[in-house]
């Protein structure tokens, strides 16, 4: 399995923006969902966002809807996670892998995009950091 790599994160002030890419030589992603991810240390990964292109769908977590958009540039070969309007608690490293659907459910009151147990391997990820 084919490790994706990303690349965009940095530090930003709240408010600010970036957009974060994940890309692969090795297979189209266009023919697989693609899930970001992001992770705190000590913390457990919270599933951030999902888009599958096939199926022309996109799901995003309750933490970051209304503020984070994820596209695919199919030419490319690259999926997109633009981050707006961005908060100190997003501050985390930020992963993406690829998956056979977006799936999203509703735990502890909260809405969250939900890996399936087939997701590969996530990327080394990278960090962004959100300063008050």
């Known amino acids: 399995q084919v490790q994706l790599v990303e690349s965009g994160g940095g530090l930003v002030q709240s408010g600010g923006s970036l957009r974060l890419s994940c890309t692969t030589s090795k297979f189209p992603l266009d023919e697989y969902a693609v899930v970001w991810a992001r992770q705190v240390p000590g913390k457990e990964s919270e599933g951030v966002s999902c888009i599958n292109n096939r199926e022309d769908t996109k799901y995003y977590s309750d933490s970051v809807k209304g503020r984070f958009t994820t596209s695919m540039d199919a030419a490319k070969n690259t999926v997109y996670l633009q981050m707006t309007g961005l908060k100190p608690e997003d501050t985390a490293i930020y992963s993406c892998?690829?998956?056979?659907?977006?799936?999203?459910?509703?735990?502890?009151?909260?809405?969250?995009?939900?890996?399936?147990?087939?997701?590969?391997?996530w990327g080394q990820g990278t960090q962004v950091t959100v300063a008050s």
């Open positions: 892998a690829s998956d056979i659907i977006c799936a999203w459910a509703v735990i502890a009151g909260r809405g969250v995009v939900v890996p399936s147990s087939q997701i590969g391997p």
